[in-house]
C-alpha cells in the first residue's frame, strides 16, 4: 500500500500565486486533515474533512481553501501565496472520526514563498 | 494561543541516559496520542492512551494519562540514537468538537553518542 501520498515535496512560489497541494490516500480512510508545521509551534490544523463532501476549518484555516470531491483524494489550495505562508505542510488520514484512532502522515510538502 | 503544551521544546542527553517530555493541556482532553517524527520525515504514531490514569509500555517507552486527563508524559530508559526525533503529544480536546486532534509543540530530543 502506498498509505498517504503528497505532491510535490518541495515548492518555491512567489508571492501572490496560487498553488494546490496534492493529498491522496488508499486505506479508504474518511477523515483526511491538512497541518503545517512550523519551528516551536508543533503541528497546527489548517482543514478537516470527515468524509467525501464534507469539509471544516481547523485552527489556522486563512489563505487556504480544501474540498473533498472523493474519499481518496484531499487537496490543499493556497489562493494567493504570502510570505508567512512558507511552512511544511503534511496531509493525514485516519479511520473512523479521526481524532480518535492513528493517524498516518504524508510525507510533507516543504514551500517557501519569496 | 496554543491549547497544549510540551516541555522541554529541546532535550539533549547522552546515549543511555533516560529522558522525558510532559505534555500539558489547558482543557481537558478525551484522549492523549503520542508521535514521533524522525528529522527530515514526518510524524508516525506511537500509541494513545484514553483512560485516567493510565500507563502504557512499549519496551523502553513509558506514556502516562493524568488523572485529570489534562496532561500525560513519554519517559524513555537508557537512549539509543535510534531515539532521536522530535515528541509530539496530541489529544482531543473537550468541547472543542470530537474531530480535531491538537498538536503539542514538540520535544525535539538529541543524543549524545
Known amino acids: 500500500n502506498a498509505g498517504v501520498t503528497q505532491t510535490p515535496k518541495f515548492q518555491v512560489l512567489k508571492t501572490g500565486q496560487s498553488m494546490t497541494l496534492q493529498c491522496a490516500q488508499d486505506?479508504?480512510?474518511?477523515?483526511m486533515s491538512w497541518y503545517r508545521q512550523d519551528p516551536g509551534m508543533g503541528l497546527r490544523l489548517i482543514h478537516y474533512?470527515?468524509?467525501?463532501?464534507?469539509?471544516d476549518q481547523g485552527e489556522v484555516p486563512n489563505g487556504y481553501n480544501v474540498s473533498r470531491s472523493t474519499t481518496e483524494d484531499f487537496p490543499l489550495r493556497l489562493l494567493s501565496a504570502a510570505p508567512s505562508q512558507t511552512s511544511v505542510y503534511f496531509c493525514?488520514?485516519?479511520?473512523?472520526?479521526?481524532?480518535?484512532?492513528?493517524?498516518?502522515f504524508g510525507q510533507g510538502t516543504r514551500l517557501t514563498v519569496v | 494561543g496554543q491549547q497544549v503544551m510540551q516541555i522541554p521544546q529541546y532535550q539533549h542527553v547522552q546515549e543511555g541516559e533516560d529522558f522525558t517530555t510532559y505534555c500539558n493541556s489547558s482543557t481537558t482532553l478525551s484522549n492523549i496520542q503520542w508521535y514521533k517524527q524522525r528529522p527530515g520525515g514526518h510524524p508516525v504514531f506511537l500509541i494513545q492512551l484514553v483512560k485516567s490514569g493510565e500507563v502504557k509500555k512499549q519496551k523502553r517507552l513509558t506514556f502516562q494519562f493524568g488523572e485529570a486527563k489534562k496532561n500525560s508524559s513519554l519517559h524513555i530508559t537508557a537512549t539509543q540514537t535510534t531515539d532521536v526525533g522530535t515528541y509530539f503529544c496530541?489529544?482531543?480536546?473537550?468541547?472543542?468538537?470530537?474531530?480535531?486532534?491538537?498538536f503539542g509543540t514538540g520535544t525535539r530530543l538529541t543524543i549524545i553518542p
Open positions: 486505506m479508504n480512510h474518511e477523515y
Open positions: 493525514a488520514s485516519s479511520y473512523g472520526t479521526g481524532s480518535y484512532t492513528e493517524a498516518f
Open positions: 496530541a489529544g482531543t480536546l473537550r468541547n472543542f468538537g470530537n474531530e480535531k486532534l491538537t
Open positions: 474533512s470527515v468524509g467525501a463532501g464534507i469539509t
